[in-house]
């Protein structure tokens, strides 16, 4: 939650924002609405509200990790291509990624759950990269973030 919390500082009032898949899903937990923030999730629903507090895919709509979402009033629902026109077209402003490694120029290196049918950083060329805000190192596994993307 650190970092979602992290990430949740850069945002500014009226920022529309992808949250990518993983961590950078738990930002619209943290969201409040006078913080003026609009979610948009790259499966196409513009709107997202936090996950639900009890219930599961069946009663509610899922983000793009498959995780349930509460839907805001006003939510719009469409098809990924769509969204992914949204985002092209600069009608998304911020995406909060997440991302296997990522290097000294802030390339990401795309990753996958082993046993899982979810893949990780999809479509990292449709944002621009500019930075990164934490980095999550775990001293019982490999560095991420890197000199270079393996």
């Keep these: 939650m650190t970092m979602a919390r992290r990430a949740l500082q850069e945002l500014q009032r009226g920022d529309v924002v992808n949250l990518g898949i993983g961590i950078p899903t738990l930002v619209a937990d943290l969201i409040m609405p006078e913080h003026g923030i609009i979610l948009h999730t ?3 629903m513009l709107g997202v509200g936090p996950a639900p507090g009890a219930g599961g895919a069946m009663e509610y709509p899922v983000n793009a990790g498959k995780i349930p979402v509460t839907d805001l009033p006003g939510s719009s629902y469409f098809d990924s291509a769509d969204s992914f026109a949204m985002i ?3 009608h998304v402003g911020v ?6 490694q990522v290097d000294i120029i802030v390339d990401l290196a795309n990753w996958a759950m082993p046993g ?3 893949l990780g950083v999809v479509a990292p060329w449709i ?3 500019s930075q990164t805000t934490d980095h999550h190192h775990d001293p019982h596994k490999p560095q991420r973030s890197l ?3 393996t």
């Design 42 to 44: 790259e499966n196409g």
């Design 95 to 100: 995406a909060i990624m997440g991302g296997f």
């Design 88 to 90: 092209r077209g600069g």
């Design 127 to 129: 944002w621009p990269a």
């Design 116 to 118: 899982k049918l979810l």
């Design 147 to 149: 000199e270079d993307c």
